[in-house]
């Protein structure tokens, strides 16, 4: 089992820039992939990006270019760095864990651990 605990979300203004992070208890992180969803009022579970345990990293086409998600294999941390924040971005951000994840890392059915959620709002 792996426990996996968000934090950094709030509030911002578009444009402002905001790191969420997400700590994961497992003594095999750097063999997970780990990916970003968010789910916005009213919507669908939404695949932000992941970053895979054998490297590389894949992004929606919303967040491309203005998100970055990195891990600290050492920390057992996924990061994600958001840029350029506009209200569309509001939303439940989950983080969340598969084992050697190598393909279809946008599928939300491929992930066995999930976090509580951290939320981020911008305004407009």
């Known amino acids: 089992q792996v426990r996996l605990v968000e934090s950094g979300g709030g509030l911002v203004q578009a444009g402002a820039s905001l790191r969420i992070s997400c700590v994961a208890s497992t003594s095999t992180f750097k063999s997970y992939t780990m990916a970003w969803f968010r789910r916005a009022p009213g919507k669908e579970r939404e695949f932000v990006g992941a970053?895979?345990?054998?490297?590389?990293?894949e992004y929606s086409e919303p967040v491309k270019g203005r998100f970055t998600i990195f891990r600290d294999n050492a920390d057992n941390t996924v990061h994600l760095q958001m840029n350029a924040l506009t209200p569309e971005d509001t939303a439940v951000y989950y983080c969340?864990?598969?084992?050697?994840?190598?393909?279809?890392?946008?599928?939300?059915?491929?992930?066995?651990?999930w976090g509580q959620g951290t939320q981020v709002t911008v305004s407009s």
């Open positions: 970053v895979k345990w054998s490297g590389g990293a």
């Open positions: 969340a864990a598969s084992w050697a994840l190598s393909t279809e890392v946008s599928s939300h059915i491929n992930y066995n651990y």
